[in-house]
């Protein structure tokens, strides 16, 4: 199966300020990567798609990016609503699978 | 808009079978592919598998001797069935669903389960 790996684990940034998330994956994912925010006692939210592509109605303030088999995920401006648990998920190849998450919290 | 519900025991004892429907509504059952995913405390998601409206079936090999999918068209649901639980599959199981070779755009509010005598 494909391992995503995501990091930091924990990343403290105070509200304006950008943040930067990273994920690897063990193999070429052919862009098929998405990332999720998930805030505490809800499911999970699609933010971001085809590795770069924002889901509908998600603030410009969030962007993706790729290089390899490795990806980032961006708040360039963090608001209060931002603080969450981030995810991010291969679907390129069956079993799906997600990384470990990046918890994003205010300094 | 789709929306799904999960419905479930929330307790189950060890050994025995967990199982989960999900109800889907706003959209027919053929419109994505449907799968369950869990989220145990304080850990990440876990894929458990998928299910098409015709049956056909994707199972995470980790867990894929212990679990069967089925699909109700008439009723616009889907099941989960673990067999054999632990304390290790105690989670929060979510359904979702997702078009091919999409990401998942549509969850379920998740469900608690506890696997406890």
């Known amino acids: 199966e494909i391992v995503m790996t995501q990091s930091p684990a924990t990343l403290s940034v105070s509200p304006g300020e950008r943040a930067t998330l990273s994920c690897r994956a063990s193999?070429?994912?052919?862009?098929?990567l998405a990332w999720y925010q998930q805030k505490p006692g809800q499911a999970p939210g699609l933010l971001i798609y085809?590795?770069?592509t924002r889901a509908t109605g998600i603030p410009a303030r969030f962007s993706g990016s790729e290089s390899g088999t490795e990806f980032t995920l961006t708040i360039s401006s963090l608001q209060s609503e931002d603080f969450a648990v981030y995810h991010c998920?291969?679907?390129?190849?069956?079993?799906?699978?997600f990384g470990q998450g990046t918890k994003l919290e205010i300094k | 808009q789709v929306q799904l519900q999960e419905s479930g025991p929330g307790l189950v004892k060890p050994s025995e079978t967990l199982s989960l429907t999900c109800s889907v509504s706003?959209?027919?059952?053929?419109?994505?592919?449907w799968s369950w995913i869990r989220q145990p405390p304080g850990k990440g998601l876990e894929w458990i598998g998928h299910?098409?409206?015709?049956?056909?079936?994707n199972y995470n090999p980790s867990l894929k001797s212990r679990v069967t999918l089925s699909v109700d068209t008439s009723k616009n649901q889907f099941s989960l069935k673990l067999s054999s639980v632990t304390a290790a599959d105690t989670a929060v199981y979510y359904c979702?669903?997702?078009?091919?070779?999409?990401?998942?755009?549509?969850w379920g509010q998740g469900t608690v389960i506890t696997v406890s005598s």
């Open positions: 998920q291969q679907y390129h190849k069956w079993p799906y699978t």
């Open positions: 193999e070429s994912l052919s862009s098929n």
């Open positions: 085809g590795a770069s």
């Open positions: 706003g959209d027919s059952i053929s419109s994505h592919y």
């Open positions: 299910i098409f409206y015709d049956g056909s079936t």
């Open positions: 979702g669903g997702n078009m091919w070779g999409s990401p998942f755009d549509v």
